[in-house]
T-cell receptor, first 115, second 110 residues
Framework: NAGVTQTPKFQVLKTGQSMTLQCAQD?????MYWYRQDPGMGLRLIYY???????DKGEVPNGYNVSRLNKREFSLRLESAAPSQTSVYFC??????????????FGDGTRLSIL | AQSVTQLDSHVSVSEGTPVLLRCNYS??????LFWYVQHPNKGLQLLLK??????LVKGINGFEAEFKKSETSFHLTKPSAHMSDAAEYFCVVSDYDMRFGAGTRLTVKP
């Protein structure tokens, strides 16, 4: 029962370096999401993919790009990391975006520090 | 636009006493509401959800929440706190996308 798997769990980068965060789900969900979690701010949506082949911006997309590689996998890329991107990143999936009664299922997060 | 406000950033209770975590929401539609729990260095786990059926919703680990439309509230309660309940709790409103509250950190004292 893996659910949503994120790699890596921890990472330290220097300003200006690039990095890709990986996410995979095995629940046959159509929709996937990337969030960042900062103290006192809850989770904020970075990007989402409503279905395979589509991606859209969320609340805080600047400085990030995403790829929906296939139905299972959704990656988040930081092209030129900045200290303001130090955060905990969560990937989530749900059966269908827009079906408000369906919960999202979360991975354990990637803790990213940018020096 | 939808929004959610968790009224306490930190709640501290003694083991065996009741827990009350407060949440107010705003939504243009009839929303679905969720509570998630996050233990240290872990992801978010679904505690319970309200989706316009019964207004009193029972979740895992003895938690329950009551949907009150007139008060636009969805407070989370548990009759008797356990040490393992110490975690961060998030109230979430969803009418299309999910909107998270800022979180309430629950501390349980022995």
């Amino acid at each position: 029962n893996a659910g949503v798997t994120q790699t890596p769990k921890f990472q330290v980068l220097k300003t200006g370096q690039s990095m890709t965060l990986q996410c995979a789900q095995d629940m046959n969900h159509n929709s996937m999401y990337w969030y960042r979690q900062d103290p006192g701010m809850g989770l904020r949506l970075i990007y989402y993919s409503a279905s395979e082949g589509t991606t859209d911006k969320g609340e805080v997309p600047n400085g990030y790009n995403v790829s929906r590689l296939n139905k299972r996998e959704f990656s988040l890329r930081l092209e030129s990391a900045a200290p303001s991107q130090t955060s905990v990143y969560f990937c989530a999936s749900s059966l269908n975006r827009g079906a408000s009664n369906q919960p999202q299922h979360f991975g354990d997060g990637t803790r990213l520090s940018i020096l | 636009a939808q929004s959610v406000t968790q009224l306490d950033s930190h709640v501290s209770v003694s083991e065996g006493t009741p827990v009350l975590l407060r949440c107010n929401y705003s939504s243009s539609y009839s929303p679905s509401l969720f509570w998630y729990v996050q233990h240290p260095n872990k992801g978010l786990q679904l505690l319970l959800k309200y989706t316009s059926a019964a207004t009193l919703v029972k979740g895992i680990n003895g938690f329950e929440a009551e949907f009150k439309k007139s008060e636009t509230s969805f407070h989370l309660t548990k009759p008797s706190a356990h040490m393992s309940d110490a975690a961060e709790y998030f109230c979430v409103v969803s009418d299309y996308d999910m909107r998270f509250g800022a979180g309430t950190r629950l501390t349980v004292k022995p």
